[in-house]
Structures are given as structure tokens and as C-alpha cells.
């Protein structure tokens, strides 16, 4: 079979990604796409990696972003508009990121009035006769759609033919005001989600995220664990319960912390004196492999549910992590012998404190997570789960 993903990238990432090595913008569009696995960076090609190691053929297209798009419009004849890079990174401003916070309690019913009148994400006009362009000549028989909100469903109608599998992704808070019946199921990591699709009529499957083995081969040799604690990850808005925790910790533990998005942060915050800056794919797992314990957090979106990313990438590459202890947690990994867990503030406090003194518990943490990790979280696993769903729900 023939599958292709259809992803998308953070603006910030974007930015950085193509800032850093400028002639990356003018290059081909497969030197761009094999330089965006390289990276590493979110699910890179672990998809389609795994796809052909089952035998199929599979791409990854990135559907904001303006650089491949319009690579490929150039070396296959188009004559449409350029595409138009999103605002990211400095463009949005301390000033943006408040108004946010502020607008947070409110969100539930402002998306579909925003989506009504244009002004929500969806794809600019070039951008989607691109795709529709690189989805016709791939002619693929599974379309699995990452990004269901930028995406939308006119697009994908026009699509549609017998015997092509239309998959839609989401992870947290349920989307409204989109049209479920041009796909024909979805997948999430939260149950929650899960039951939002199936009220709607849309069947669904929990597929959680994971770990690619190979990212192991693919970095330099693990270094030394030197940086005692870390923290990596962003800084939303509705990011409440994350921003309390990292202040406690700031205010007792030399941790390092490697952020996106603290633009709206106040200055008075203690986040802002250990703030580290963005690190993203192989510079990511780096951190994730110096440290002797690192830290995560769910957002608040998850609500009692456990399988952010941040679970398997630091447990794959042999860190100790301490997660928030979850309802369904124990389905993922064994508490206390896998992974460490607190239940609030001041029991990560106390676990820190434990885990940092004890040399011996944290690095059997580490061995044992990662062995699980490697044994029941892989892409593979995940690839394997998703097929078996095409043959239950496909057309």
C-alpha cells in the first residue's frame, strides 16, 4: 500500500530550522525533506520508516510548510503563488502571548466563531493547491492526517476515491467545528477524545505515541550525565499547572530548563533566571541523555490521562524520568520501577530530592524504562496497530 502523512511543523521550529543553515530555503525539495529527518524533531520520519519496513511506500508531507511546498510546485511545473511563511518565534510577542493567557478560559467557544469568519488556522489557497497536487500524483491508498484542524474537511472531500483510507490524528482538547464524516476514523493517545469522535459518529482507537529505536543509532555516542535537572518543553497559555510546578522547583533546585514559548511569562517569574533557550530533535535528546534526572509534566489539556511524547523520548534514550502520576499510567510503564511519579507540587519536591540523592534507584529507573520503552513503545508497534485499524475501518 501506499500511505502518506500529512503533518505539520510549530512556527517556531520552522523558523529556527531554516534560520540556522539560510540555503536550506532554496534547496531541493528532497534535500529538504532528508534534512527534516535528520533533525529529529517531533515524529520526523519515524512513520514512514516504518511503513516501508513493513513493506509499503510512504512519505511524510508537511503541509505549513512554505519551503517545501513551493520546492515542490517548482520542480513539478506549478504556476501557483508563493506560500507565505507563518508568524513564529519573535512575531510572537510577550504582548501576543498575555492576550492569550488571557483569552484561555474562553477558547471552547471562540475557535468555532473564529473558524466561521476566517480567522482561525487553515491552509492559505496555494499552500492547499500544492497538496492537492502532491496527493494526486503519490495517489496514496491511507491518508493520515495529522493535523485535522489545518487540514479541513472541503479538502479532503475533494480527495476521496474507493478504496482510500482517510485517518484523522488529534491528541488533546477535542476540536469543534469541523465535519468528522470525510474521515473514516481516528486515532488519539486520550480516551476522552476517543468518546468526543465516537458521539459524534466518527469511529475512533487509541494509538499512543512513541519511541523510534533508530534515533539511538542516529545521535553521537551518549555523554556523560552532567547536568543533574532538566526540564524541556514549552510554555503555553493554558499551561497553568506546568508553570506553578517549574516556579516550586526553580525556587529550591538548580534545574535547567529548556523552553519554547515564555514570551508571556512576568519578569518576577524564577523560570526566567534558569531558562536554557529552545532545543529541538537530536539537541533535545542530547539534554534528555545528560541528565541525570529530568522532569515531565502533562498539560492541563490531558486531563487524568497520561502519554505525552516527552514519556517516550526521555525514557528511550536512558534518562530517569519523574512524570505526574496519571490514571492510566500504569498501563504504560510500571510506576516507581519504570519511571518515578509525584501527585503534586510538593511530592516533586520531595522525589527530587530523593532521586538526586540516590544514585543507585535513579540509574535502575533509567535501565528499566528504557527496556520497556524499547520493548512495548516503538513506531513500529504503532505502524503495526494502525494497519490493523485500516482493516477494520476502511471503506
Known sequence: MRVMMLNSDAPRFLESFYRTVPERQQASYAAQVAARADSLVGMADFYSRNFHA???????VYVNNPWMLGAWAREHGMNVAPVVPQAGGAARSAIGARVRRALQPYRSWLLPVARQIGLSARLAQPAREILRAQIEDFAPDILLVQNIVLVDSDL??????????????????PP??????????AITLLPYVADHFRAAGLPAELVHLAFEPSVLERLPPPAEKDIELTFVG??????????????AICERYPVQLYLSGTAGLPASSPINKRQRGEVWGADMYRVLQRSQLTLNSHIDAVREFA?????????GVGACLLTDAKSNLDTLFAPGREVATYTSVE????QIGRLLENDG????????????????????QRVEQI????????R
Open 176 to 185: 469543534t467545528g469541523i465535519d468528522y464524516g470525510v474521515y473514516d476514523f
Open 387 to 394: 494497519l490493523s485499524y485500516v482493516g477494520r475501518h476502511g
Open 234 to 247: 514549552g510554555i503555553e497559555a493554558q499551561y497553568n499547572d506546568r508553570i506553578r510546578m517549574l516556579e
Open 54 to 60: 513493513l513493506g509499503h511506500e510512504a512519505r511524510e
Open 156 to 173: 479532503l472531500r475533494s480527495l476521496r476515491k474507493p478504496g482510500r483510507v482517510i485517518i484523522g490524528q488529534h491528541g488533546v482538547a
Open 347 to 350: 511530592d516533586c519536591l520531595a
Open 307 to 315: 502519554g505525552n511524547m516527552r514519556l517516550y523520548e526521555a525514557t
Open 361 to 380: 534507584a535513579r540509574q535502575d529507573i533509567a535501565l528499566q524504562g528504557q527496556r520497556r520503552t524499547l520493548a512495548s513503545h516503538t513506531y513500529r
